[in-house]
C-alpha cells in the first residue's frame, strides 16, 4: 500500500462500501471470503514474495475475521487461522525461515502430549478433531507466523502498513455496526456483553478487534498523518472505532487497545527529546479528552449503564460478585484439574468437557494461560514459557521495534479474556519477532540471519 494520502482515503472509502454492499446483499460476503486468499495469492506468486507479501495478506486476513464471522463470510471459525498459516508457509518457501525460530517447533511439540492424552480417553461423545482445531489451531497458527517473521526485516513504515492493512477492515466492521444496530439506546437494558450492538456475534471477540483497531488508527493518526485530511480522517475512526467498541459491553478488548496506546504513548515519551517531550504531552492531553468525551457521550446513550459496566455493577447499581464475567469460575476449575494432572494435564479439549460436571454446562476456557495448565500439564508451562521470553530475547537489539511493547501486551491480555479464539493474537504476537529498522539502511536485505 502506497503511504499517500490520495491513496489512503481511497482504501478508507472502499472499505466502507464494502460494509455497505455487505450489509444489503449479506450473500457477498462469501464472495468476499473467497475472493481475499486468491487475490492474496495472486500478489504473492507474482512478487515471489519478495517484499514479504504474505505478511500483508495475513494482516489483512487478521483485520477481517470478526466481520466475516458476524456476516456469514467465514467457511469455519477456523477459517482465517488455516489462511494464515497456508500464507505463512508459502512465505518460508520463497524466503525460508531463521533456524533460530526452532523453539516454536519446540513449542508445537509440547502441544502433542495433550493430544496423546486427550486420543486414549473413551468417550464416544468426544471429537478428537474438533477438539484439536477449536484448542490448537490458534497455537499452530501462532507458531507457523512466528517461524515466518522471526528476525525479518521490515521498515518501521512498512510495519505500519501491516498495522493498516488489519485496520482497513475494522472500518467495514464498523459501518456494519452501525447499519446492524443504529440506535445503540434502544437495545441496551442492562449491564452484561451486548450481542445486539456487536452485529449478532460474540461481543468479546467484537471488542477484541475493535481494540486492535483503536491501536491502528491512533498509530495512523500522531505518527503517519501527513495532510490536514488524513489527520480529521483518522481522528474520525479513531472516535468511531473506539465508541462502538465501548457500546458491546465487553471490557477486555477496550481496556487493551487503551493499555496498547498509552504504552506507545510512554515510549515515545521516553526516546524523544525536550520538545518532543512537549508534544507527547499535549498529544496525551487531548487523547485524554477525547476518551472522556466518547466515554461521557457512551454514558448518555446507554443511560449511565456503561459505566456500571466499568465499576462493575448490574443494571440496578449492586457490586457484583464475580469481577471477570464468570471467568473466575472457569479459571478456578482449570487449576483444581491442573493441581490433578500436573504432568500431562487431561488432555486437549477435554477441560470443557470436564466443566460439564464441575460448572453444570460445557464451557470453554476464556484464559489460554488456565487452559495450557489444564489440558497440557507441565509441558502447558513450559510452552508458554517459550512463548513469554523469546520474543524479550530479540528485543534487546531490535530497540527500533517501537510497537513491540504494544503489541506483546495486546497478545497477553487478549489470551488471557479471549483465549486464541481468532487469529490477531496469534499473528500479533508474531509481529513482535519482526526485525524493525526505522530509518533505511545503506544496504537491505530481505533475509533473516
Known amino acids: ?71 456469514g463470510g467465514n467457511f469455519s471459525n477456523e477459517y482465517v487461522k488455516f489462511l494464515v498459516i497456508f500464507f505463512m508457509i508459502i512465505g518460508m518457501f520463497y524466503s525460508n525461515f531463521s533456524m533460530r525460530s526452532f523453539l516454536y517447533i519446540v513449542f508445537l511439540v509440547l502441544l502433542i502430549p495433550g493430544i496423546l492424552v486427550a486420543a486414549s480417553v473413551d468417550d464416544l461423545g468426544f471429537d478428537l478433531k474438533k477438539a ?51 440506535s445503540v439506546r434502544d437495545v441496551v437494558t442492562g449491564t452484561q456483553s451486548n450481542f445486539e450492538t456487536s452485529g449478532g456475534f460474540g461481543p468479546n471477540q467484537v471488542s477484541t478487534i475493535l481494540g486492535l483497531g483503536m491501536f491502528a488508527f491512533f498509530s495512523q493518526l500522531i505518527l503517519f498523518s501527513k495532510s490536514k485530511k488524513e489527520i480529521i480522517l483518522n481522528a474520525i475512526l479513531l472516535t468511531f472505532v473506539s465508541y462502538r467498541g465501548i457500546v458491546t459491553f465487553s471490557r477486555g478488548g477496550i481496556i487493551t487497545g487503551v493499555v496498547m496506546i498509552l504504552c506507545l ?41 456503561i459505566e456500571k459496566r466499568y465499576a462493575n ?61 489444564s489440558e497440557h500439564g507441565l509441558f502447558g508451562i513450559f510452552s508458554f514459557l517459550i512463548l513469554l521470553f523469546v520474543p524479550f530475547t530479540l528485543y ?36 513482535c519477532l519482526l526485525s524493525v529498522q526505522i530509518k533505511i539502511p545503506e544496504k537491505t536485505e530481505n533475509t533473516t540471519s
Open 313 to 373: 455493577k448490574d443494571g440496578k447499581g449492586r457490586e457484583k460478585k464475580d469481577r471477570l464475567g464468570g471467568r473466575e469460575a472457569v479459571i478456578d476449575t482449570d487449576l483444581k484439574l491442573f493441581v490433578d494432572n500436573p504432568i500431562l494435564g487431561i488432555g486437549v479439549g477435554m477441560g470443557k468437557e470436564n466443566r460439564k460436571e464441575s460448572l453444570g454446562q460445557a464451557v470453554a476456557a476464556h484464559s489460554e494461560v488456565s487452559r495450557l495448565l
Open 265 to 305: 504513548l510512554l515510549l515515545l515519551f521516553a526516546f524523544s527529546n525536550d520538545r518532543g517531550k512537549r508534544k507527547i504531552t499535549l498529544v496525551f492531553l487531548l487523547v485524554g479528552a477525547l476518551g472522556v468525551g466518547i466515554f461521557s457521550y457512551t454514558s448518555l446513550q446507554t443511560s449511565g449503564l
Open 1 to 71: 500500500m502506497k503511504n499517500n494520502s490520495i491513496s489512503y482515503i481511497f482504501l478508507v472509502l472502499i472499505h466502507v462500501i464494502i460494509g455497505l454492499v455487505i450489509f444489503v446483499v449479506p450473500l457477498l460476503s462469501k464472495i468476499y471470503a473467497l475472493l481475499i486468499p486468491i487475490v492474496g495469492l495472486s500478489i504473492v506468486i507474482r512478487n515471489k514474495n519478495k517484499n514479504n507479501e504474505v505478511i500483508f495478506v495475513a494482516a489483512y486476513l487478521v483485520g477481517v475475521e470478526v466481520f466475516l464471522r458476524m456476516t
Open 396 to 431: 534487546i537489539n531490535n530497540r527500533q521495534h517501537i510497537y513491540f511493547f504494544s503489541f506483546f501486551l495486546f497478545w497477553l491480555l487478549t489470551i488471557n479474556h479471549a483465549a486464541l479464539r481468532i487469529a490477531a493474537p496469534a499473528f500479533v504476537y508474531a509481529l
Open 132 to 182: 484439536i482445531a477449536f484448542n490448537l489451531s490458534g497455537s499452530f497458527c501462532l507458531a507457523i507466523a512466528s517461524m515466518y517473521m522471526y528476525k525479518k526485516r521490515l521498515l518501521f513504515s512498512e510495519l505500519q502498513n501491516v498495522v493498516i492493512g488489519i485496520g482497513l477492515p475494522i472500518v467495514s466492521t464498523v459501518l456494519y455496526l452501525f447499519l446492524y444496530n443504529p
